[in-house]
């Protein structure tokens, strides 16, 4: 089912840091991150696998616990352009892919 | 790069219309979606669609809904007997089918039903 994210909505300073987490109930096969910005489709940032590894795009990263059905993204020093929805996506064993309700990202000068 | 097309980029339409939504998905991919974003709501999920039939749906789809890809490369929303609910950003992806690739979105139609 749907993956559950926290925080609901994130307020920063530029060159703060943020976690986002996404849960779910049921065995994961992977997560997939996107982010949106306002009136724009969502954008692929990255997926991961399940064994736990952790990846990498410019200064956001993101780690998969397969154990916990968790995954993490970490925005560190944020920027300005990082602003808008993050998304997580769920894949299950059975190929079934949910989104998770997003959480919004506000950063300010 | 090659990327997902959607048309028109805006609709608007009287309540009880019918209405159907195009989208170009990426060439060689073979997994098609549809989403709806109700203004300042989540991405939900409608449907699915693999080898010319549908993979998988959500409540939400439901008889007032069908997809239809009607020749080699476009893919089709429509949706019947529109009601004021029905208005929202429509989203259209495409995805190669290999798992742990990811879904491309088109940049989506707001459709608006007055």
């Known amino acids: 089912q749907q993956p559950v994210q926290s925080p609901q909505a994130v307020i920063l300073r530029e060159g703060e840091d943020a976690v986002i987490n996404c849960s779910s109930s049921?065995?994961?096969?992977?997560v997939h991150w996107y982010r949106q910005k306002h009136g724009e489709a969502p954008v692929f940032l990255m997926i991961?696998?399940?064994?736990?590894e952790q990846k990498g795009h410019d200064k956001i990263s993101a780690s998969f616990n397969e154990k916990k059905q968790q995954s993490s993204l970490y925005l560190t020093a944020s920027q300005l352009s990082y602003s808008g929805t993050y998304f997580c996506?769920?894949?299950?064993?059975?190929?079934?892919?949910?989104f998770g309700s997003g959480t919004k990202l506000n950063v300010k000068p | 790069e090659p990327e997902v097309t959607q048309t028109p980029s805006h609709q608007v339409t009287q309540m009880g219309q019918e209405v159907i939504l195009r989208c170009v998905p990426i060439?060689?991919?073979?997994?098609f979606y549809w989403y709806r974003q109700i203004l300042g709501q989540k991405v939900e999920f409608l449907v699915s669609?693999?080898?010319?039939?549908?993979?998988?749906k959500s409540e939400i789809f439901d008889d007032q809904f069908s997809v239809e890809r009607p020749d080699g490369s476009n893919f089709t929303l429509k949706i019947r007997s529109t009601k004021l609910e029905d208005s929202a950003m429509y989203f259209c992806?495409?995805?190669?089918?290999?798992?742990?690739?990811?879904?491309?979105f088109g940049d989506g139609t707001r459709l608006s039903i007055l």
């Open positions: 992806a495409s995805s190669t089918g290999i798992r742990n690739q990811p879904q491309h």
């Open positions: 049921k065995a994961l096969y992977s």
């Open positions: 991961l696998l399940k064994g736990g």
């Open positions: 996506g769920t894949e299950d064993n059975f190929n079934k892919f949910y």
């Open positions: 060439s060689n991919h073979l997994y």
């Open positions: 669609f693999y080898n010319n039939e549908i993979s998988e």
